[in-house]
């Protein structure tokens, strides 16, 4: 048996959503409403609104949504799972790879489960979920494989640290410090845990890796995010307010993506000075370890 069979790819829910946006229906509705996907999906969404109460309104407004693209973006959903059907065994000889910037002892049992419609890509209760109708997909393919490893690396990671956050219980600007400081871990370690493969393959044109293979664009972003994290470090007591929680989309939206470039900046540092059993080791020992080997 080889390490990577412990990952198991499941298309079920792409399936029944497909047959949704071809022809909608209550019945199919109901199907897709119970389905693991769905209900992991649906209990992610709830770590940011709390007040989503109904799985089935929360599905029918995502496919939709999805529906009223029209043909041309079913089209392009059904050519990403094509490829990443054509290309599971270039996938999971990368999984394998990603052991070496994971600890020791972890074996993935796990599944990558594709979906449409919500975010890029999520980690939740041990399994991957990637978001095959995502536009980043639709204009490179190749990027299928390299966010699926991403969010297997954070099955990885959740195996040693609890993800389990809800933004009502945030506070004080510690429990918001803290809520960056596990982002930046988790992220930065899948980050950079993908970027020697990037490189092999010469597909670094995505984000976070032009900015990490620009000296110049890297300071600029690491500088950025140690100015919003010191604000932070400096004012534990105070409580959060709605205007904290904008720095979020800076932090992982789309434009300066923070906490994936300064994470896996301080990754490779570790990896540098330490070795990668100390980076490794950080997963074990939690954010806090992370940080302190950063700037030891």
Not at 2 to 14: A, E, L
Not at 250 to 271: C, P, S, V
Request: with cysteine; aromatic share 12%; charged share 30%.
């Amino acid at each position: 048996m080889k390490p990577s069979d412990g990952v198991k790819i499941d298309y079920s829910f792409t399936e029944l959503t497909l047959q949704y946006l071809t022809n909608p229906s209550e019945e199919l509705m109901l199907q897709i409403s119970k389905h693991i996907v769905a209900r992991k999906i649906f209990s992610n969404a709830q770590i940011s609104d709390p007040n989503l109460k109904d799985i089935k309104e929360f599905w029918k407004e995502i496919l939709d949504q999805e529906k009223n693209k029209g043909e041309d973006h079913l089209h392009k959903i059904k050519s990403c799972i094509a490829y990443v059907r054509d290309n599971t065994e270039s996938l999971l000889e990368h999984v394998n790879e990603i052991y070496s910037y994971l600890p020791g002892d972890f074996i993935f049992d796990c599944t990558l489960y594709l979906h449409i419609g919500y975010d890029i890509g999520i980690v939740a209760e041990g399994d991957a979920l990637l978001n095959v109708g995502h536009d980043i997909f639709q204009q490179n393919k190749r990027e299928l494989i390299y966010f699926a490893l991403h969010e297997l690396h954070h099955v990885g990671y959740t195996h040693y640290n609890d993800l389990e956050i809800s933004f009502s219980d945030i506070q004080t600007r510690d429990d918001f410090l803290k809520l960056i400081e596990k982002l930046t871990h988790l992220e930065g370690t899948a980050t950079y845990a993908i970027k020697e493969i990037r490189e092999r393959d010469n597909q670094l044109s995505f984000f976070d890796y032009e900015v990490l293979n620009n000296k110049e664009k890297r300071t600029e972003s690491v500088n950025e995010y140690i100015q919003i994290y010191d604000k932070y470090k400096y004012a534990k007591n105070l409580l959060v307010e709605d205007s904290d929680f904008e720095i979020l989309d800076i932090m992982f939206g789309m434009n300066k993506r923070l906490w994936y470039i300064t994470g896996a900046h301080m990754a490779e540092e570790i990896d540098k000075k330490l070795g990668r059993k100390e980076l490794n080791q950080t997963i074990i020992e939690g954010p806090e370890s992370f940080f302190e080997k950063y700037l030891c």
